[in-house]
């Protein structure tokens, strides 16, 4: 027999929570419960990824941003947009892997939209290794119709609800109504969330850097100093810090939630452009990470504060513990400062 601490399950919590949400009319604990369905259908299909050949490899696609698109990741897309459209609760959703914003006609007069990335680290999905769920849910700004594009184009700090589903040793759901962050886990023997990590709180320091190090040569000269400066003795800071990198945000974000880090995305040259993208995956954790303690930047101005100007926007992005975020955007500073002398 196992032993909980207390049997709060996804739902009682939502509801208990609901009249602290910022609208309290009841859509947006159906948007909640929607994709917490969705992602345990997702998570049913993860589960047994390697027994059927419908969830394997490649769906020979590509997304707008010319990214392969995994089988999991069209099917993960579907469930999502399903899930979403039947209940009526917003009147559309952005996906990474649409181009555009799909209205949703039929609920024209739904007060939000959502922004999704259905499946985050695809590449990790051949080889049994965590990947996750990203949304983030904003009230509309036009005020009936059908949705318009200002209405997921709206800065992070506008955002409602945002949350992330990780498909790891556990399944866990994770989420913020803008009062603290929750995580839940999936007991799959009864298919219900339970309240598992209340109230988490991201520690102000940790000892693990997460990045793509193998692009260490591609990177700015000001972040590969920062990274340096990670893997320089230094005993009273505890350095050097350990190296961890998953390649799917949601598991490396969620590793430094629960032990303090930082996960960085800097920009890479050629481009010289960051890969991770605004509305989906960097606004709702940066969401997550303030009010869990943390921050998020994009190496000058938090993420939250910038102005979307298109659906599948990228940028650089520093993302964790704030006191090791600060270190990251002062480094960054100091280099600027420098160059302009
Ligand atoms: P997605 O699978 O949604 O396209 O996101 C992948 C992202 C992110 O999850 C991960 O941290 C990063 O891409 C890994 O990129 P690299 O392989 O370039 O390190
Ligand atoms: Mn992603
Ligand atoms: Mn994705």
Redesign the pocket.
């Known amino acids: 027999m196992n032993n909980y601490r207390k049997l709060i399950t996804l739902d009682e919590f939502i509801f208990q929570r609901e009249k602290d949400f910022a609208y309290s009319s009841g859509e947006l604990s159906g948007l909640l419960r929607d994709i917490a369905l969705a992602s345990k259908i997702v998570n049913r299909e993860v589960n047994k990824a390697g027994l059927v050949t419908e969830i394997l490899g490649s769906a020979g696609t590509h997304?707008s941003t010319g990214?392969d698109q995994k089988k999991l990741?069209v099917f993960a897309n579907d469930q999502f947009l399903s899930a979403l459209k039947v209940s009526g609760e917003c009147c559309g959703i952005a996906s990474?892997e649409s181009e555009e914003y799909i209205p949703f006609t039929e609920h024209q007069n739904a007060k939000y939209v959502v922004n999704l990335?259905p499946?985050?680290?695809?590449?990790n999905i051949d080889v049994n290794v965590s990947?996750?769920t990203i949304f983030s849910i904003f009230r509309r700004v036009s005020l009936s119709g059908p949705c318009v594009a200002e209405d997921f184009l709206q800065k992070g700090t506008q955002q409602v609800a945002a949350g992330y589903v990780i498909y790891g040793s556990s399944t866990m759901m994770v989420f913020t109504t803008g009062n603290g962050v929750n995580g839940f886990t999936l007991d799959p023997s009864v298919g219900e969330f339970f309240l598992s990590h209340p109230d988490i709180r991201i520690p102000g320091k940790g000892k693990v850097y997460s990045v793509?190090q193998?692009?260490y040569i591609n990177f700015p000269e000001p972040i590969r100093r920062y990274i340096d400066w990670c893997t320089t003795e230094d005993k009273p800071t505890g350095r050097p810090y350990s190296f961890r990198?998953?390649?799917?945000?949601?598991a490396?974000f969620h590793r430094n939630m629960i032990q303090g880090g930082i996960?960085m995305?800097p920009p890479v040259a050629p481009s010289n452009k960051g890969?991770?993208r605004l509305l989906?995956?960097c606004n709702p954790l940066a969401f997550i990470a303030e009010q869990a303690g943390g921050k998020a930047s994009n190496g000058e101005i938090p993420v939250m504060e910038i102005e979307p100007t298109e659906l599948h926007q990228r940028l650089p992005v520093y993302i964790g513990s704030a006191e090791m975020v600060d270190k990251a955007e002062e480094m960054l500073r100091k280099s600027k400062m420098v160059e302009k002398v």
């Open positions: 997304n990214d990741d990474e990335d499946l985050d680290g695809s590449s990947i996750g793509n193998g692009n990198y998953i390649g799917s945000m949601v490396d996960y995305y890969k991770l989906f995956e």
